[in-house]
């Protein structure tokens, strides 16, 4: 966590019958990392720190994946807990309700929002093309036209 970096290097999926299970890829194949903002890397270091202090506790036995985030028995959480959980934070903080998986999308927004390039928010989002993040978050473009204008007017102005 040194370098602020997360890297996507495999997939966890629910399978009937076996459980979680780690497919050695990603959805689209490809690797990717993802660089964390300051604040994130801060909390994930202090996290770890205290994970590792409850599995040295507990033995090895607890957490045998090196997961990053485990439920009480040191395995993956179940996703419906995981939701269950966000929708209890979201009412705590007095939000509207949403799904877990928006929080995706308003990154993305947020992203193109603020001008970031379309392709970093296209490889922070692990999309195989930028043409498919283009799509997807088109409505947020629109807004840009202002900007693209008020860029153009000035540079013709010097």
Same mark, same amino acid.
């Given at each position: 966590?040194?370098?602020?970096?997360?890297?996507?290097?495999?997939?966890?999926?629910?399978?009937?019958?076996?459980?979680?299970?780690?497919?050695?890829?990603?959805?689209?194949?490809?690797?990717?990392?993802?660089?964390?903002?300051?604040?994130?890397?801060?909390? %994930?270091?202090?996290?770890?720190?205290?994970? /590792?202090?409850?599995?040295?506790? +507990? #033995?090895? !036995?607890?957490?045998?994946?090196? @997961?990053?985030?485990?439920?009480?028995?040191?395995?993956?959480?179940?996703?419906?807990?995981?939701?269950?959980?966000?929708?209890?934070?979201?009412?705590?903080?007095?939000?509207?309700?949403?799904?877990?998986?928006?929080?995706?999308?308003?990154?993305?927004?947020? %992203?193109?929002?603020?001008?970031?390039?379309? /392709?970093?928010?296209?490889?922070? +989002? #692990?999309? !195989?093309?930028?043409?498919?993040? @283009?799509?997807?978050?088109?409505?947020?473009?629109?807004?840009?036209?202002?900007?693209?204008?008020?860029?153009?007017?000035?540079?013709?102005?010097?």
């Amino acid at each position: 966590m040194e370098n602020r970096k997360i890297y996507i290097r495999s997939t966890a999926c629910v399978v009937k019958g076996e459980g979680v299970i780690i497919k050695n890829s990603t959805k689209n194949g490809k690797e990717r990392s993802i660089i964390m903002g300051k604040s994130l890397s801060e909390f %994930l270091k202090k996290h770890w720190n205290k994970h /590792k202090k409850t599995k040295k506790a +507990l #033995g090895e !036995s607890f957490n045998p994946q090196n @997961l990053v985030f485990t439920n009480s028995k040191g395995h993956f959480f179940d996703a419906r807990d995981l939701c269950r959980a966000y929708k209890k934070a979201l009412k705590t903080a007095g939000l509207p309700n949403s799904r877990l998986h928006d929080l995706r999308h308003t990154h993305a927004t947020i %992203l193109l929002q603020n001008n970031v390039h379309p /392709k970093v928010a296209s490889e922070r +989002l #692990g999309h !195989s093309k930028v043409s498919i993040t @283009l799509d997807l978050y088109s409505h947020v473009l629109p807004t840009l036209q202002d900007g693209a204008v008020t860029v153009f007017d000035a540079a013709l102005d010097q």
